[in-house]
């Protein structure tokens, strides 16, 4: 680590970004064993939200504990998958990620996609080999699902991500009483009309999970039975 990047984590250590580690997993970026860094904080507030906890609670872990549990699995680990919360508005991440690449680990990262220009940077330095980027629901919907209007940030990180040459993957959590299937089939016509080439994942909502809001159990069938045209792959999670 340079002096001055100690300098920097050492003052980041003063403040605990990170409300915990999932240690080990291999379903989170693909094809790599990597583990899961869950940044405390979010500037959405998805009804459907599985991680309440992270998302209105603090953090308890510093960058530098970070960095020293990463030492410890340089040589079992690909890849370092980083989420959330939402990770793009954590100060100090670009150091972060420099000090992450520097053990030789891949850097993933999952964004709610509110912030493009954090990552029209992050792109540009080369810090990122992966992303996963949620899409919510098309423009009149995305205000209910998330309790903020973020969309154009949505579509500009979207043309970014498709303008680079960064391996990503688009993903939509679906919940049958938030999402018509109409909603679902329009928003496959606006990643065609921006010319997404990649795999559209439509994540089904876990049932009986806490959340931050509370809605109804999903009839995951209604999708199962469903017919979605698309020029790309759209591929079923958890059904
Ligand atoms: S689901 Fe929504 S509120 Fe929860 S972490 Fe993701 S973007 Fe934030």
């Known amino acids: 680590m340079s002096t001055s990047n100690v300098s920097n984590l050492v003052k980041a250590n003063a403040v ?28 959405m507030r998805c009804l459907y939200c599985y991680n309440p ?5 603090k953090g308890k872990l510093s960058f530098q504990d ?13 890849g370092v998958v980083l989420s959330g919360g939402e990770c793009t508005l954590q100060k100090n991440l670009f150091q972060l990620i420099q000090e992450i690449k520097k053990l030789g680990l891949l850097v993933k990262i999952d964004t709610n996609g509110s912030n493009p220009k954090t990552l029209a940077l ?8 992966y992303v996963a980027l949620d899409f919510k629901a098309p423009h009149e919907k995305f205000k ?20 680079s040459a960064i391996p990503f993957e688009v993903r939509t959590t679906y919940h049958s009483s938030l999402l018509a299937l109409t909603e679902l089939q329009q928003m496959i016509a606006i990643l065609e009309k921006h010319d997404y080439r990649g795999v559209y994942y439509i994540q089904n909502f876990r049932n009986d999970t806490r ?7 999903s009839e995951p ?3 199962n039975n469903a017919v979605l045209k698309a020029n790309f792959k759209v591929a079923l999670r958890n059904f």
Do not use: H, M
């Open 16 to 43: 605990k970004p990170i409300y915990s580690i999932t240690p080990f997993t291999l379903l989170d970026y693909p094809d790599k064993t990597a583990c899961i860094v869950w940044f405390a904080g979010c500037n």
């Open 221 to 223: 069938n209604t999708i």
């Open 53 to 57: 906890d992270i998302v209105l609670g």
């Open 122 to 129: 992050l792109i540009k330095e080369k810090l990122l080999d």
């Open 211 to 217: 959340t931050l809001s509370a809605v109804a159990n």
């Open 66 to 78: 970070l960095i020293l549990f990463l030492k410890s699995r340089v040589n079992l680990l690909d």
């Open 144 to 163: 209910y699902i998330t309790k903020v209007d973020y969309y154009s940030q949505f579509i500009a990180t979207l043309k970014l991500l498709i303008a």
